[in-house]
């Protein structure tokens, strides 16, 4: 941990993953700090998915160093306290499709107890969190059963419930409606401004205008562009057909 | 680790798929003995015990790949990867769950068993729910362990069975043997050697899969 | 890679394995002396045992360069577990064949369950079922430690199979098939050709092996080659 500057939420060296015999990232570094949110763009395959999943220590960097909240995750295994402190929110829901909603928070209150300031119980916690993301009135539907939209809700109740300093966020925008995305969009503003790191994958460029401090963009493995404001939508979409020759 | 083994008894108390299905299979199973092997010549001791034992074995294999399934299926095992728990505890946990599935499933077919197949001139003693215990607890060790490989993979249902099956010939080996003999009143100093065995595989592998569980879980 | 190392792959290990391959061979069917009993059949022996011990001892090296493999992700080290559970899924495969050729003769019988036979089926199921992980695990890199964790477990099962096989069973019947103290392995010219033909088992073993490892290492720099290709 270093003295004076804020100390980063992640810092990322060299990090390399090959799966099988293709290199999907080649030499990325990426450092986060408090209070930034930072978009990541890129084309499919350029590997955000997989930078977000090492971030978050659901897979392992084939080579590379990773540290995060200044402890080592790569090589070395990240321990309980750095865990509890990352809010991850993927493709898949993670969510167990045969408990209800209730149910599902309240499991992830009780994993997540051990590095949870505070004593509110799991009940009141998942509670809490489903009143958060306007699901109370579906608490004890089958989770198989809610629509798509409802789903990712829960989700980011799941991500988002321990509060975690570092938010970790794969196109959560999908299947939201106007409402919900105007909610995400408020947990992520209040997270950042209570010194929180957030890490987006988009491809929204209008949403990532008013909400990202950083944009980053991932063309083959590497990092091909991180800029600092983000530049308005114009001049990014432009940047990036220049560094992709897609749009976004 | 007992959170993940209420979750998942709660999974299966709201649908009760599990059990069910199990249960189901193993009656099954049995009337197919019943019907290809000659009933009145299975009375000896150690044709129950190795019907008994295969028959748990085969719809416990359904069990087993169930409870992995459900956790792949909408990423709940990557969200237990992700939590802040020692990850060893995550295959303890679903080894309970799976070993008191499993139990419940021995416990009852036992006596089924024996009333279906015929009981005449046994007398069973205390060693035997033991010998159950002892059995199950190794079948759920080593399943959990070879479900979780199994069910990466596209041809889980089959090759789940690949895994675990030449894995527990020593514990079937024993199980069999100790069943049959305390089915007629052996004691626990002539089975002494195969309880013995029986509980080391247990301790064996239960330890193996908790400390290879981080490996698993790795991508 | 290393001088070294290609001379001993390319020169020293064939060539050794086929002189003592050859001088097994000559001492198994021409020097030594027939057994009283058993006659000529007998001779398998010779082949059957060690290939029995080399097919154990192959699963040892699984676990082994399993362990190695999950400390340091050394590919090499996987490429090896994965050639080393293939010879020795082959050896056992010999083993259970070899054993009825001699069996039927002698015994009378193809199969029986006793302790050494049965141990040699499980173990070759326990094979299969390392090699069928890997097979039909697909292209993710995660199988890789997957078939690690399973080529240790099944280390760790197989003491536990002679165990309890050896409760069951009883022992498996001595080469020796009668009282007579003067049958069996009596002559030291026995003793030798036993010794000649292990080593020469032992070095092609691991000849097959370093080929079979080279193999692999070749596979997976093709096919690295042509995912550069279909991108460019």
Known sequence: MQSGAAASLVEARGLKKAFGLSMVLRDVHVDVFPGEVVAVLGPNGAGKSTLLRILGCIARASAGTLALFGTDCHPGRPG????????????????????????????????????????????????????????THAQERATRALSRGMLQRLAIARATQHEPPLLLLDEPFTALDESGVDLLSEIIRRRAASGAGVVLITHDLARLSGLATRVVVLVGGRVAYDASPVPPAGDLARDYRRLTGLAV | MWTIVRKDLAIELRTGEMASSMFLLALLIIIVFAFTLEPERLIAPEFLAGLSWTTLLVAGTLALNRSFVLEREAGGLTALALAPIDRGSIYLGKAIGNFLLLLIAGLVLLPLIAILLGTRGLSPTWLLPVVVVLGVLGIAAIGTLCAAMAS????????????????????????????????????????QSWLLMLGGFDIVFATAGWLSFDFLLDE | MSESRRTWQDVILPWSTFVSMLAAIVMVFLLAPSERDQGIVQRIFYFHVNLAWMAFGGFALVAGTSIWFLRTGSRRADRLAHANAEVGMLFTTLVLVTGPIWARPIWGVWWTWDPRLTMTVVLWAIYAAYLMLRRLGGEDDTILRYAAVLGIVGSLDIPLLILAVRLWRGVHPAVMLSDDPDAGLKDPLMGWTLLVSGIALALLFTWLVSLRARLLAVDETVAAMHLEGARS
């Open chain 1, 80 to 135: 309980a306290d750095v865990l509890g402190r990352i809010g991850f929110l993927g493709h898949e829901a993670m969510l167990y499709e045969d408990l209800t909603p209730r149910q599902n928070l309240e499991l992830f209150a009780r994993l997540y107890r051990g590095v949870r300031a505070g004593d509110a119980t799991p009940e009141d916690l998942a509670r809490a969190s489903l009143a958060r993301v306007g699901l």
């Open chain 2, 152 to 191: 990466r993979t596209r041809a889980r249902e089959v090759l789940l069975p690949i895994l675990m099956f030449p894995l527990l010939a020593p514990l079937l080996i024993a199980a069999t043997r100790t069943t049959a003999g305390a089915l007629v009143g052996e004691s626990a100093s002539d089975l």
